[in-house]
């Protein structure tokens, strides 16, 4: 029986040694071309302005810069002027003219720290006697300035209820100048009761010499006496009486 031969057909398996096949399946692959742009489009962020600023919601794009004023240093935020206020207490200390101090200016130009400085200094001298006169003390210095403010409005003075507030607190400082004085020679009722004069003299020429103008003309003494009881009853609140 002769032998019988196949020829392999295009739908028939063709076998190939394994050496073959391997010199056929080797290469190399080319690597896809493929890169990450991590960063902002251009373009794309220029379309997206455009589209915001012609729907008319441009300031969003829009960077808040940083204020100047946010800087500033923390007295300069609150208007403490040191220089301003030690020069108000040399102008109720030295209130005589012939000094040559501008001491318009304690009325002028009022400010709130400096007079709440001194009351509170006086308020703390106080509470060597009695812890209870601190607050009063201050109660009294914002009403009592409004009685004064009122009354001089009454007789026709131009004058600001920040201006007295300002001029009735800085005159206090005589009455802190003479506590240490009373301290010391509060055996001698004679003396002592000089001093204390002249502390409420000294205070209330100093207010008074700022607050009544030219404008009261006859009426001086009508603003000159509320201003001289209101220290006497300030001393009265330091010493007890």
Known sequence: ???????????DFTFV??????AELSGTIDAPDVSLNMGPDPTRDAYATTFLRQRGYGWLLEVEEEDSEDTKPLLEELDIDLKDIYYKIRCVLMPMPSLGFNRQVVRDNPDFWGPLAVVL????????GQFRVVSWIITIWIFGSLTIFLLARVLGGEVSYGQVLGVIGYSLLPLIVIAPLL?????????STLIKLFGVFWAAYSAASL????EFKTKKPLLIYPIFLLYIYFLSLYTGV
């Open 183 to 191: 301290l010391v020679i509060g055996g001698f009722e004679v003396v």
């Open 121 to 128: 200094l006086f308020s703390m001298i106080s509470i060597y």
């Open 17 to 22: 040694s394994s050496t073959d096949a391997q």
């Open 211 to 214: 607050l009544v103008g030219d």
């Open 1 to 11: 029986m002769s032998a019988m031969q196949f020829s392999p057909n295009s739908g």
